[in-house]
């Protein structure tokens, strides 16, 4: 872990997507050059909704390469699956996954440095792209979710470059068992109380874990999972069936 090549260098500008053709960056093509990396991402790398999408607490998208077999596995032979960037990734790698990767954990990544600052929460958009209703739900389900890092300091990344670690203050507090105690265990306070208080964390997610808290309520999913039209009302699975 110490040190892993980029398999993929991606960045991507606004396209219609899906039926709807809603503005969306997920589209990515591979990086011919260098990218200057800013504190809220790549320069050229666009998004359709700025309120949810981007900005410095989920500047650069990770995926890993490893799951493209899994979803493969579990949806047939889909055209989106051949490459990466079907997920709308910046970077994609083999070798880094949820279970590998912590809050807090800081790489230079080509002459930036950057450090993991929360999971991805997937939306429909997800559905848009790959032509699958459920796709957004699958892939918050399946805990194949990819992560974000904040930029810490400003540079350029080439292709071929390499993501090399130079801090891990929270090894314990990895992707997959922040995305534990959001989808699966989500009433567990004992979790919730500690995440509310990991500083790393982007402050959006700590604010989820304090409401819940406070609230003994897990928050409505079904608008990010199926979109602006979908119904709030009746559709226990998505608003968290799964609690512990």
Same mark, same amino acid.
């Given at each position: 872990?110490?040190?892993?090549?980029?398999?993929?260098?991606?960045?991507?500008?606004?396209?219609?997507?899906?039926?709807?053709?809603?503005?969306?960056?997920?589209?990515?093509?591979?990086?011919?050059?260098?990218?200057?990396?800013?504190?809220?991402?790549?320069?050229?790398?666009?998004?359709?909704?700025?309120?949810? $999408?981007?900005?410095?607490?989920?500047?650069? $998208?990770?995926?890993?390469?490893?799951?493209?077999?899994?979803?493969?596995?579990? #949806?047939?032979?889909?055209?989106?699956?051949?490459?990466?960037?079907?997920?709308?990734?910046?970077?994609?790698?083999?070798?880094?996954?949820?279970?590998?990767?912590?809050?807090?954990?800081?790489?230079?990544?080509?002459?930036?440095?950057?450090?993991?600052?929360?999971?991805?929460?997937?939306?429909? !958009?997800?559905?848009?792209?790959?032509?699958? !209703?459920? #796709?957004?739900?699958?892939?918050?389900?399946?805990?194949?979710?990819?992560?974000?890092?904040?930029? #810490?300091?400003?540079?350029?990344?080439?292709?071929?470059?390499?993501?090399?670690?130079?801090?891990?203050?929270?090894?314990?507090?990895?992707?997959?068992?922040?995305?534990?105690?959001?989808?699966?265990?989500?009433?567990? !306070?004992?979790?919730?109380?500690?995440?509310?208080?990991?500083?790393?964390?982007?402050?959006?997610?700590?604010?989820?874990?304090?409401?819940?808290?406070?609230?003994? !309520?897990?928050?409505?999913?079904?608008?990010?999972? $199926?979109?602006?039209?979908?119904?709030?009302?009746?559709?226990?699975?998505?608003?968290?069936?799964?609690?512990?």
């Amino acid at each position: 872990m110490t040190r892993l090549p980029i398999l993929s260098l991606r960045i991507g500008g606004l396209a219609p997507l899906g039926p709807r053709a809603v503005p969306s960056g997920i589209d990515k093509s591979e990086a011919a050059g260098a990218l200057k990396l800013t504190e809220t991402g790549f320069v050229g790398d666009m998004q359709g909704d700025t309120a949810k $999408h981007g900005g410095p607490e989920k500047a650069v $998208h990770h995926y890993p390469f490893e799951h493209y077999a899994e979803w493969r596995n579990a #949806m047939g032979e889909h055209a989106r699956l051949s490459s990466p960037g079907a997920f709308g990734e910046n970077i994609a790698t083999i070798g880094l996954t949820e279970a590998d990767m912590a809050i807090g954990d800081v790489f230079r990544l080509g002459s930036a440095v950057v450090e993991v600052s929360q999971g991805r929460q997937p939306c429909w !958009r997800l559905n848009e792209r790959f032509a699958c !209703r459920t #796709m957004a739900r699958d892939v918050q389900e399946s805990g194949r979710t990819g992560w974000y890092y904040r930029v #810490m300091e400003t540079g350029t990344v080439s292709p071929g470059d390499h993501l090399e670690l130079l801090d891990r203050p929270s090894p314990d507090w990895t992707i997959s068992r922040i995305w534990r105690a959001f989808y699966v265990n989500t009433l567990d !306070r004992a979790e919730l109380s500690a995440i509310a208080g990991l500083e790393r964390l982007a402050s959006g997610w700590r604010t989820y874990a304090t409401r819940r808290l406070e609230s003994g !309520r897990v928050e409505d999913w079904s608008r990010r999972l $199926h979109g602006p039209l979908a119904q709030t009302e009746g559709d226990a699975s998505a608003t968290g069936s799964k609690n512990g």
